[in-house]
């Protein structure tokens, strides 16, 4: 095995394990690009403070923006000897322009770079996962606005509780994917601080600018202690710990398609592009995609657990065990944007059986809130007429008879100051209709709800 690029104070190589065990090219090779923007500050800095000549930096910003160009053709080729990426990119640049390519370490540390590298790749990436959820969060305020007056039943503990707009329930997880994009725009104020200029953990004697290269990389401005800045993995934890609750909140969704493409429910069809079929059922048409999504929760909330562990007993400033930082992260952003662009795209083309969904609130006792309610404006305590109510729930039961069936002589022997009017109340669409509290399900208020999320949604 080749001499190390830290090779000085040795006398013998690795063996081609210890290489191999150390090694993280393999999947730190997806920050080449970061890894290349951070040197190009890094050198051009070194150059502005007279820190290299002009000459000396000029060279090497010739040498890494060929490695750059190299790089977008898919040309540069990696060697596990190298370790990381940091090193495989110097081997490289070296490779190109001689031992000139050596001062671009100057004033820097790996434990600087990889920091950067990590925080850039990130910072890059959030956009993307906010602006995934958004797509997600427009077919939903969509399939809303189309939906305010479809009525369904609503649950609690999986029992019809009361009826619903399902314009108002799509909207339940339309916030829930705000305060998700909310979280992660937090995030992005943690993931724009810059480590460089750290160096190993306690600042460098050579007079650098961490101002002008966290300003050239995009960054609000660098991390304040040195090494806090290189031990730091918080805007990571933060990431994955959003991600996880993002994951929650889509799971929580999934479940419900796949229940609701059930036989028993039938209140959705998925698309055919959206379904699997069985390689020895015919009949079958299977939600894969929706069960995936809710499986893939459990690598996410693993990443986040795996990192606080790393994370918990590390002593200041950097250790190795930090390698262990990215695999989680790259698999996460790996793994939600695909789940947000094909959940998206599920609920848009699935058909919404709103026939069937009605037909669920019409031989139930979703209503009874109603008549409780009712008997409560004549002036009954809502307690007594509670069990006024659950007792003719108990009646109907036994009879099949439903609340709007019983017959308005019998309302009136419970109590004369019964109308025509309760048979109104009974119906699911008045019971809809009725909850005009705010941010409840009335097509008033859901309608309410749909403006206020539009506006969000332009707000940026
Ligand atoms: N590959 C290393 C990592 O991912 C880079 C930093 C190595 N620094 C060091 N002092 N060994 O964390």
């Known amino acids: ?98 031992p000139v390519a050596g001062k671009l370490h100057t004033a820097r540390s790996r434990n600087d770079q990889v920091a950067t590298d990590f925080h850039l790749y990130l910072k890059k990436r959030l956009p993307q996962v906010i602006q995934a959820i958004k797509n997600l969060q427009t077919v939903l305020v969509n399939l809303a606005e189309a939906n305010v007056e479809t009525i369904m039943p609503g649950y609690t503990h999986l029992q019809h509780a009361q009826p619903i707009s399902y314009g108002h329930y799509l909207m339940a997880y339309f916030d829930m994917l705000q305060r998700d994009i909310e979280r992660f725009q937090f995030n992005q104020k943690h993931t724009n601080l810059s480590p460089l200029g750290a160096a190993a953990l306690a600042g460098t004697t050579f007079p650098i600018d961490r101002q002008q290269t966290a300003q050239r990389l995009g ?75 809710r499986g893939k929760s459990g690598r996410v909330f693993g990443h986040l657990m795996a990192l606080l562990t790393v994370m918990k007993a590390l002593p200041l400033a950097y250790d190795k065990d930090l390698q262990e930082d990215k695999e989680g992260v790259f698999d996460t952003v790996k793994t939600i944007i695909p789940c947000l662009t094909v959940l998206a795209g599920m609920l848009q083309t699935a058909k919404i059986k709103t026939a069937n969904m009605a037909q669920a609130t019409t031989r139930d006792f979703s209503n009874a809130t109603e008549l409780a309610d009712y008997l409560a404006v004549k002036g009954i305590p809502f307690r007594q007429a509670h069990a006024i ?35 109104q109340d009974l119906q699911a669409k008045t019971a809809v209709q009725r909850r005009q509290s705010f941010g409840g399900t009335s097509f008033q208020q859901v309608k309410q709800q749909i403006a206020r999320a539009r506006q969000l949604l332009n707000a940026d």
């Not at 081609?16 to 150390?22: K, N, V």
């Not at 009949?283 to 995609?289: A, E, G, S, V, W």
Request: overall charge negative.
């Open 1 to 98: 095995t080749t001499k190390k690029l830290w090779g000085g104070r040795f006398t013998e190589t690795g063996s081609a394990q210890t290489d191999t065990f150390g090694a993280s090219i393999e999947f730190d090779q997806l920050m080449a690009a970061e890894d290349l923007e951070g040197s190009l500050a890094h050198v051009e800095m070194l150059r502005d403070t007279h820190i290299l000549t002009p000459k000396d930096a000029e060279q090497i910003i010739q040498g890494l923006h060929h490695l750059q160009q190299q790089l977008a053709a898919g040309q540069l080729q990696f060697d596990v000897a190298n370790e990381d990426i940091h090193m495989n990119i110097e081997s490289l640049l070296t490779q190109e322009i001689g």
């Open 219 to 293: 960054f609000t401005c660098p991390y304040s202690n040195s090494i806090d800045a290189v031990s730091d993995r918080d805007f990571a934890l933060e990431f994955l710990s959003n991600a996880a609750l993002l994951m929650v909140h889509l799971s929580r969704l999934c479940e419900e398609i796949v229940l609701w493409t059930t036989y028993e429910f039938n209140y959705l069809e998925l698309s055919d592009e959206y379904a699997t079929g069985s390689s020895i059922m015919p009949q079958k048409k299977n939600p894969d995609f929706a069960e995936l999504i």
């Open 389 to 423: 109510v659950g007792q003719l729930v108990l009646e109907g039961l036994k009879t099949g008879v439903t609340l709007q069936e019983i017959p308005l002589a019998k309302y009136q022997a419970l109590l004369p100051d019964i109308g025509e009017d309760v048979y």
